[in-house]
T-cell receptor, first 112, second 112 residues
Framework: QKEVEQNSGPLSVPEGAIASLNCTYS??????FFWYRQYSGKSPELIMS????GDKEDGRFTAQLNKASQYVSLLIRDSQPSDSATYLC????????????FGQGTTLQVKP | DTGVSQNPRHKITKRGQNVTFRCDPI?????LYWYRQTLGQGPEFLTY????????KSRLLSDRFSAERPKGSFSTLEIQRTEQGDSAMYLC??????????FGDGTRLSIL
């Protein structure tokens, strides 16, 4: 069964620190990877997409992809209390129709 | 771009009743996806449409569930004879081809 795994947390970091969120996936042929942020009671909001090995930076967010290790991560620099949310890793597996396979999400708490 | 719209936002019903949800995608998006999310879990794929054609259904979608997208625009998801286990957030997302999926605010279903 094709899976996406995340540590459910909570991950607690102080304000201003770097938060590191990790995700592994089972399908070596996967090509598309996404990080969504979800506030309690709200719908997922896309933060980053990444398709190639290496790093991709957008503001305070950096996504890192290592296809050989089947590993994708999200770094949040200068974490703010407003970053407190659940972060969902989603993968489009090879040979499928574009549907997203989500991990269970990691809850991030940024303490002032 | 008015975003993905879902109605109703919240539906409370008694066990055994039928319910129908509506999703209006972003106007130029040809793909529409339905997902279901329970507390503490990531969204799970239910089904998707490309234009008016329903191209894939998850095994999670029992015979009590039916989805339509009659003119390739809005979509409806109907659940017949609701059960306690149907209580969840039902999320709709749309995309242009296999591009980024944008989510609506969801419909939260509560079964009494």
């Amino acid at each position: 069964q094709k899976e996406v795994e995340q540590n459910s947390g909570p991950l607690s970091v102080p304000e201003g620190a770097i938060a590191s969120l990790n995700c592994t996936y089972s399908d070596r042929g996967s090509q598309s990877f996404f990080w969504y942020r979800q506030y309690s009671g709200k719908s997922p909001e896309l933060i980053m997409s990444i398709y190639s090995n290496g790093d991709k930076e957008d503001g305070r967010f950096t996504a890192q992809l290592n296809k050989a290790s089947q590993y994708v991560s999200l770094l949040i620099r200068d974490s703010q209390p407003s970053d407190s949310a659940t972060y969902l890793c989603a993968v489009v597996f090879s040979g499928n129709t574009g549907k997203l396979i989500f991990g269970q999400g990691t809850t991030l708490q940024v303490k002032p | 771009d008015t975003g993905v719209s879902q109605n109703p936002r919240h539906k409370i019903t008694k066990r055994g009743q039928n319910v129908t949800f509506r999703c209006d995608p972003i106007s130029e998006h040809n793909r529409l996806y339905w997902y279901r999310q329970t507390l503490g879990q990531g969204p799970e794929f239910l089904t998707y449409f490309q234009n008016e054609a329903q191209l894939e259904k998850s095994r999670l979608l029992s015979d009590r569930f039916s989805a339509e997208r009659p003119k390739g625009s809005f979509s409806t998801l109907e659940i017949q004879r609701t059960e306690q286990g149907d209580s969840a957030m039902y999320l709709c997302a749309s995309s242009l081809g296999v591009g980024t999926q944008h989510f609506g605010d969801g419909t939260r279903l509560s079964i009494l």
